[in-house]
């Protein structure tokens, strides 16, 4: 088992401005999926950073700028995303893993 902690999607008390943010939901036939893993790989697909998501579906990454794969794991099934991630900016996406 995995101890990569359970995020929120709150930015309270974070300098958006000096970060790179990706952050998003996973969701299954429109439900979220909490306890899914979301995978930070760089831009070779090595593997850089892995986040369990909150009960809401919510994940975040603070990542460097550039392009990034979010890979999705959730029961049965694997999910890639491509995401490019910008200093300053908050990168929201949504990942819908098939049913």
Aim: charged residues 15%; hydrophobic residues 40%.
């Amino acid at each position: 088992m995995c101890g990569a902690p359970v995020q929120g999607l709150s930015l309270e008390g974070i300098d958006v401005g000096k970060e790179s943010i990706i952050q998003g939901t996973v969701s299954k036939a429109g439900s979220a999926v909490g306890g899914a893993y979301v995978r930070l790989l760089d831009g070779t697909g090595e593997f850089t950073a892995e986040v369990v998501t909150s009960a809401t579906g919510a994940f975040r990454f603070f990542a460097a700028p550039g392009d990034w794969t979010l890979r999705t794991l959730a029961p049965g099934t694997s999910v890639d995303t491509a995401v490019t991630a910008v200093q300053g900016d908050v990168v929201e996406t949504s990942v819908e893993v098939p049913a």
